[in-house]
């Protein structure tokens, strides 16, 4: 039996005020909700939805995390997408990169296939499991305070952070981004590259 209770943070508030002056803040985002969310905030060349490669959004946003140091790089996904990847969290640990941060959206459902509950909602604590990896800012998030404070730690810049905010296990209208992963992909590296690296 799910063990949510009381009011919770609404996933796509939560996301708009993530976003809000986001400035050159590149963003992944993870299969599912998660990405419906990032473009209900706004489509924007800087964001990188994924359609597919469940588990991987968080070891992606390393990635481009170590390949643009002088990039903040924000990964927002989903509790099931992330405990299929939670491996990648003792990858993130050992290499500590300054400017990475997570963000699940953790709503104790896996909203793409029947809204079944996940291991969250039985007590699994996956900001405990960052913590215990090694990712020292590691955080529960769960009022509107401690959202504004998690976006003041995503543009400072000052390690790698890790943030579970408890949502809403609500069904929104799907807010789609573009379908077609060439042109995802090229308007991403034209727009973080310039575009002469788009098709290369």
Avoid: C
Avoid at 47 to 61: D, E, K, Q, Y
Avoid at 103 to 113: A, I, P, Q, W
Avoid at 124 to 147: C, F, N, P, Q, W
């Amino acid at each position: 039996m799910s063990k949510q209770t009381g009011r919770r943070l609404h996933r796509r508030e939560v996301v708009k005020q993530l976003l809000a002056g986001r400035g050159g803040l590149l963003v992944v985002g993870g299969l599912g909700a998660p990405t419906w969310d990032i473009t209900d905030a706004g489509d924007h060349e800087l964001n990188f939805p994924l359609w597919g490669a469940m588990g991987g959004a968080a070891m992606i946003g390393l990635g481009l995390a170590l390949a643009q140091p002088k990039k903040k790089v924000l990964v927002i996904t989903g509790d099931g997408e992330m405990l299929m990847g939670t491996g990648a969290l003792a990858t993130i640990a050992v290499q500590r990169p300054r400017n990475l941060s997570i963000v699940v959206l953790d709503n104790e459902r896996y909203g793409e296939t029947g809204m079944q509950e996940t291991h969250t909602a039985h007590g699994v604590d996956l900001a405990g499991m960052a913590k215990a990896a090694g990712i020292a800012h590691s955080y529960s998030v769960r009022t509107g305070a401690e959202v504004l404070q998690l976006k003041q730690r995503i543009h400072a810049g000052a390690g790698t952070v890790f943030a579970q905010v408890k949502i809403d296990a609500e069904r929104l209208p799907l807010v789609l981004p573009p379908r077609d992963g060439a042109l995802l992909k090229n308007r991403f590296r034209a727009a973080l590259l310039g575009p002469q690296a788009a098709h290369q």
